[in-house]
């Protein structure tokens, strides 16, 4: 294919930012700049769409790659998708429309600025799947730091700028390694392209290290424990849509870098700190469930239960089978379905009656019967039900997990009885009961625009619960492709011992 896809689906959201921003409406309720930037994201998620039907899934190189000279011959502008890839630029590119609906609720002034800040942000986001150089990766991955802190900062809650600098310093400060990394890369190698990495590998004598680096910004990323703080408090005050894309996409940045860099990059450390991503992803399945059925703010409940999902997705990762990574990307691409529909119901009842406290709620059942179904089936697919795209992703990494240690297995498959604890009981306390707070009576059911969105999260959920068919197909060879890199790597490294 001549014509160049992956660096359209990169800037055509930039440009329509750019369009946005430059036009002269200044109006805050004029709603044209809504409308230009839907019509610009539901571009880009159709030809996400063409991208995944012409894409060759029994390919085990990278597809559609463009290669251009940047800083002098140093760096390359090098972008291109494998199966695993091109998963998450369709989530990506499904969100961000569904975000920008979303808009009519919750955001009240700057309207033109917050879709500009959302634009951008899928540009950066699909940038980071793309990316086939670490420098361009690397400045693609934090580069979207700066429009998430605007959108916490500006069109947050109360502790919106706490929250915002919170953020941005615990996922920039673990990044520096990273970069450094990256530096001793280019010099140990001469190259930062990931294809050129692959082949020629990486001196096992400095895997530790490196690994050690990239780690500390994908773990605070994912986030890991201990260093998951930030994410409640970003999510409790960031607004809807910032909800939505930070659980659905940012996190999903640093489990796709695990899968990409640290297995791909360094697999002889992988495999040595391997106890170390267990022993964190147990505390974080465990540990962060049991916080969650502490809590008595909706968001922050299900903040914590994204770190416990998320623990799930690096045991996965590590176990390094085929259905423990597929069961991970999988499940990454359920819980950013799963997530952005249950911070979109918080948004509901949150644009009705002010409050996200679930003691001031109860009954809802008898007054928003709609609601009630919708967010029936999210709570479901949060907790895993077979039939929704939640049990795929966790039957497949504990699958994996199992073949790995079974101790450690045994372990995680509390966090599915934990997980239905926590989502169950805020079902439970949010929609039945009787009715004890009078403003709850005065509240209406879902709008036309909430059904819409709502509903395009409902239909995936519950088709790739029964038919996981075309992500797995997707993703299995690249996989495959992967794993026998890593076993290449490992069993070299045990022949040289």
């Not at 996190?251 to 991503?277: C, D, H, N, Q, W």
């Not at 949150?350 to 029936?376: C, D, Q």
Request: glycine letters at 8%.
């Amino acid at each position: 294919m001549n014509f160049p896809i992956l660096s359209s689906l990169i800037l055509l959201p930039s440009i329509g930012a750019l369009f946005i921003f430059f036009s002269k409406s200044s109006n805050e309720k004029y709603q044209s700049s809504k409308y230009i930037a839907l019509f610009i994201s539901i571009a880009n998620f159709l030809l996400s769409l063409y991208l995944w039907s012409v894409f060759d899934k029994s390919a085990t190189e990278f597809q559609y790659v463009e290669n251009r000279e940047w800083l002098s011959g140093y760096v390359n502008y090098k972008v291109g998708v494998d199966g695993i890839s091109i998963l998450f630029i369709l989530l990506t590119t499904f969100i961000t429309p569904i975000c920008i609906i979303s808009v009519n609720a919750t955001i009240k002034h700057r309207l033109k600025d917050f879709l500009v800040a959302i634009l951008i942000m899928e540009t950066l986001m699909i940038g980071v799947f793309c990316s086939l150089d670490l420098v361009i990766f690397y400045l693609f991955f934090e580069a979207g730091l700066i429009p998430m802190f605007l959108i916490i900062g500006i069109w947050g809650g109360e502790r919106r700028v706490y929250s915002a600098f919170k953020f941005f310093l615990y996922t920039l400060l673990g990044s520096v390694l990273m970069l450094i990394a990256i530096i001793s890369i280019y010099w140990i190698t001469g190259t930062t392209d990931v294809e050129k990495l692959y082949e020629i590998g990486i001196g096992e004598q400095y895997q530790n290290l490196l690994w050690l680096a990239f780690f500390s910004s994908f773990a605070v990323k994912t986030p890991m424990w201990p260093v998951h703080t930030w994410l409640p408090d970003a999510h409790v005050e960031a607004p809807t849509a910032g909800s939505v894309l930070l659980a659905a996409i940012l996190l999903k940045m640093a489990g796709y870098g695990f899968i990409r860099f640290s297995v791909g990059l360094f697999p002889v450390a992988s495999e040595y700190f391997t106890p170390l991503v267990f022993a964190l992803s147990l505390v974080a399945i465990v540990y962060t469930s049991l916080v969650a059925l502490m809590q008595e703010d909706m968001k922050k409940l299900i903040a914590y239960s994204s770190v416990a999902h998320m623990g799930f997705v690096t045991l996965g990762i590590f176990t390094m089978t085929q259905q423990g990574i597929e069961g991970s990307i999988f499940q990454m691409i359920s819980h950013g379905l799963v997530s952005a529909a249950l911070f979109l119901c918080v948004g509901v009842v949150y644009e009705r009656m002010h409050t996200r406290l679930i003691s001031k709620y109860g009954g809802l059942v008898n007054i928003m019967p709609r609601y009630a179904i919708v967010f029936m089936v999210f709570t479901l697919g949060a907790l895993g039900l077979p039939g929704t795209s939640g049990f795929i992703g966790e039957f497949l990494i504990l699958m994996g997990a199992f073949k790995k240690n079974f101790l450690v297995a045994t372990i995680a498959s509390l966090g599915v009885i934990l997980g239905a604890a926590y989502m169950l009981w805020l079902y439970k306390r949010i929609i039945f009961g009787e009715i004890i707070n009078s403003e709850v009576r005065n509240m209406i059911d879902l709008k036309k625009f909430e059904i819409v969105i709502l509903f395009l999260l409902v239909a995936p959920i519950i088709f790739f619960g029964f038919y996981p068919e075309p992500l797995i197909n997707s993703v299995e060879t690249s996989v495959s492709s992967l794993l026998e890199l890593y076993n290449l790597n490992i069993n070299n490294s045990l022949a040289l011992k």
